[in-house]
């Protein structure tokens, strides 16, 4: 079964070739792999809403399955914020140092206890015939002061998960993958699938 993630993030797609490697009849492709469509912006005002509206396209428009999520980080002291808008937090999509420097300055003065946090992942399960599917994943943790470690992306180097003792940057790709907001919602796609 050939299998579209509706993303032009390579990190993200690498992270889901890993959880859906024991499906070995799943072929994953991303979008530099079909034909170039119409993609239409985020504008949902939540994960599940973005995530479904991706995924729907990418099977209209290329016949296949499509799978697409919206992620993010939502932080208690900021209302949840930046939530839908993780990726472009600093204005500019993609900026990841600029995201999370941006962050840290927005809760330099929330004391330690007072900074809980959440990556959140909807993500959207859409066959060529509409049938749709949505599921979700979480993990809570705490946003510390400074980066730590340099493995995974966007704001992995200030988020440490309750229960652990480093960051997701700091853990190896199994290790992140196995408790991760996308991971968990990944791994709810594949028992779909």
């Excluded at 070995?24 to 939540?46: F, M, N, R």
């Excluded at 749709?132 to 993990?139: D, F, K, L, R, W």
């Excluded at 705490?142 to 730590?148: K, S």
Aim: with cysteine; proline share 5%.
């Amino acid at each position: 079964m050939k299998l579209l993630l509706a993303t032009r993030n390579a990190k993200k797609l690498t992270e889901l070739r890993r959880i859906l490697a024991e499906h070995s009849t799943v072929e994953l492709v991303g979008l530099d792999d079909v034909p170039p469509y119409p993609e239409a912006p985020e504008t949902a005002l939540t994960f599940a809403g973005n995530a479904l509206a991706k995924a729907h396209d990418g099977a209209r428009h290329t016949g296949l399955a499509c799978v697409a999520d919206d992620s993010g980080l939502a932080v208690q002291a900021l209302n949840g914020m930046p939530g839908v808008f993780s990726a472009r937090w600093s204005g500019r999509h993609g900026d990841d140092t600029a995201n999370l420097n941006l962050l840290l300055g927005q809760l330099g003065d929330v004391p330690d206890e007072d900074r809980a946090a959440a990556f959140v992942c909807a993500a959207a399960l859409v066959l060529p015939n509409g049938t749709e599917q949505i599921v979700h994943g979480e993990v809570r943790g705490t946003i510390l002061r400074e980066p730590h470690g340099d493995g995974g992306f966007g704001y992995d180097p200030i988020f440490r998960p309750d229960g652990f003792d480093v960051t997701t940057a700091q853990m190896s790709a199994a290790e992140k993958d196995a408790i991760s907001h996308r991971g968990k919602a990944f791994r709810k796609i594949a028992e779909l699938l």
